[in-house]
């Protein structure tokens, strides 16, 4: 339970951070990091639940207001909790090889489209804009989508791989601290 409860602050906390910068973000990682510890039930729990509250108290502006966004960003990140969990059953030692920094990159790229494409019609949607409208919103913010999709690519090739390693490597400490305490103190 605590390590789901660090995951959900963390991607509070890391949305925070970087709030101001457009569009780079290590949330999305987090979610994808937490499906690979936790698999994907409690990864996609994790997004949605991390997402909602980043967004719900997000320093630049509450998704609270836009409720149809609100629901975009938390369907977006619990998918990609789940996409995450892919990689639960996978050695760290092969994720950190190139072949699976690729396929982290690959999800993450994949994530963040599908998040990208929910979160980018649901405003125009929300409201009453016609095809032509949403096309010319989808257009209009394209630098941004594309900068947001290839940090992340980058941050799911260099950094998640890492992340995966650190947060199955301490997650029997953060699950059970008596016994491991317990142990230490019998080991002479």
């Not at 949305?15 to 973000?25: S, T």
């Not at 994808?32 to 991390?50: D, F, K, W, Y």
């Not at 990689?87 to 998040?115: C, M, Q, S």
Request: hydrophobic share 55%.
């Amino acid at each position: 339970m605590a390590l789901t409860a660090m995951f959900v602050a963390l991607m509070v906390a890391s949305g925070w951070a970087l709030a101001l910068v457009p569009n780079v973000e290590l949330v999305t990682a987090l979610a994808c990091v937490a499906g690979a510890t936790l698999g994907p039930r409690l990864g996609a729990l994790i997004g949605a639940s991390g997402m909602f509250i980043f967004s719900a108290t997000n320093p630049v502006g509450s998704g609270l207001a836009f409720p149809l966004l609100l629901i975009a960003q938390v369907i977006g990140m619990a998918l990609m909790g789940l996409l995450g969990g892919l990689f639960v059953r996978w050695p760290v030692k092969r994720l950190e090889r190139a072949g699976g920094r690729l396929l982290l990159a690959l999800a993450g790229l994949t994530g963040t489209v599908i998040y990208d494409g929910l979160t980018s019609i649901s405003f125009p949607l929300l409201s009453g804009a016609g095809t032509a409208e949403i096309i010319s919103v989808l257009v209009a913010g394209l630098a941004f989508t594309l900068l947001h999709q290839v940090s992340n690519v980058l941050i799911f090739y260099l950094v998640v791989p890492r992340l995966i390693g650190i947060s199955r490597g301490r997650q029997d400490l953060l699950d059970e601290p008596a016994a491991s305490a317990t142990q230490a103190e019998s080991t002479p």
